[in-house]
Nanobody
């Protein structure tokens, strides 16, 4: 599984930004279920999940991202996108695209981001929001 994020950007508070992750090397099957998501890590803080998409395409968000961010997955173009609107200085972080393969569909998102060989990460991209 290979993941590659688009180059990040600097934007002023209240602006918008789109992050794209290109992925390859996997597909859902009856015994392997894939889910994807975006994480971020600000300087000095722990990595946190921003949004995720389960194997059935259902999306979930952390509270601070609800109503501002939209995650979408395109399995034809093999891209995972995070649309970020009304960004704030606290959104400043390195953003990571993540994927997981899990034998249990219902457990995939819950285990996304854990360590281990079935979790995959992009290299990260910097987002800076100025006030």
């Amino acid at each position: 599984v290979r993941l590659a994020e688009s180059v990040g950007d600097s934007v002023q508070a209240g602006g918008s930004l789109r992050l794209t992750c290109s992925f390859s090397g996997y597909a859902n099957s009856s015994t392997s279920h894939y889910c994807m998501g975006w994480f971020r890590q600000a300087t000095g803080l722990k990595r946190e999940r921003v949004a995720s998409v389960d194997p059935d395409g259902k999306s979930t968000y952390r509270d601070s991202a609800k109503d501002r961010f939209t995650i979408s997955q395109d399995n034809v173009k093999n891209t995972l996108t995070l649309e970020m609107n009304n960004v704030q200085p606290e959104d400043t972080a390195t953003y990571f695209c993540a994927a997981r393969v899990d034998p249990y569909k219902d457990m995939c998102v819950a285990r996304l981001g854990l360590t281990g060989p079935t979790n995959f990460w992009g290299q990260g991209t910097q987002v800076t929001v100025s006030s």
